[in-house]
């Protein structure tokens, strides 16, 4: 079983939409979250740290829930500029680990 | 942010030569991570790299193949040595952030290629 695990996509909508991603993580020791958005031959970005109550920075709400080992990605009114690859991040310890990644392509 | 960049962006090189990445943060950090993007893959971490110690390397990667520098707290240097076309990645270096998440940022990445 992989250490993170994501939906794997990939997710075509039109702009306007509601998208959700999911992710599940096995370490239960793991102790910070995140969210990154990586854009095709780029870098990886930090896009919003993940808190147990959940937060939001403007369309992008993003949940956790420690019992089940899941957190969540929920983007609102989709843009044609949040076309890219979202990766689920989980830091057990010092280093992070990364799941595979989940494409989004919203289409005009 | 930090910001952070590397040299050089991008190589084609042979198979059995070896290429060293650098690294350059514009303030002090403690930690630097190298890590490797293979095609169509996600990030895994190769090792970090501590200022005045040794670099602490991650299951399935070795010193011999992956020699780190960390000469000083703004820099470090990651070599891929006697390469092979499977070597070819994305080599991204990153510092933690000075959030309570400690949170990473990355370097626009070396893209290398072996052939």
């Known amino acids: 079983r992989k250490e993170v695990e994501q939906d794997p996509g990939p997710f075509n909508v039109p702009e306007g939409a509601t998208v959700a991603f999911n992710c599940t993580y096995s370490n239960s020791a793991s102790q910070s979250f995140f969210w990154y958005r990586q854009d095709c031959r780029k870098e990886p970005k930090l896009l919003m740290s993940?808190?147990?109550s959940g937060n939001e920075d403007g369309r992008f709400t993003a949940q956790l829930n420690r019992a089940s080992q899941y957190i969540s990605l929920l983007i609102r009114d989709s843009k044609l500029s949040d076309s890219a690859t979202y990766l689920c991040?989980?830091?057990?310890?010092?280093?992070?680990?990364f799941g595979q990644g989940t494409e989004l392509s919203v289409k005009p | 942010s930090a910001v952070i960049s590397q040299k050089p962006s991008r190589d084609i090189c042979q198979r059995g030569t070896s290429l060293t990445i650098q690294c350059q943060v514009d303030?002090?950090?403690?930690?630097m991570f190298w890590y490797r993007q293979q095609p169509g893959q996600s990030l895994t971490l190769i090792a970090t790299?501590?200022?005045?110690?040794?670099?602490?390397?991650e299951s399935g990667f070795v010193i011999d193949k992956f020699p780190i520098s960390r000469p000083n707290l703004t820099f470090s240097t990651l070599t891929v040595s006697n390469m092979s076309p499977e070597d070819s990645s994305i080599y991204l270096c990153s510092v933690e952030g000075q959030g309570v998440t400690r949170e990473q940022y990355f370097g626009p990445g070396t893209r290398l290629t072996v052939t």
């Open positions: 790299a501590n200022q005045g110690s040794e670099a602490t390397y």
């Open positions: 993940v808190y147990s």
């Open positions: 991040v989980v830091k057990p310890g010092g280093k992070l680990i």
């Open positions: 303030s002090q950090v403690t930690m």
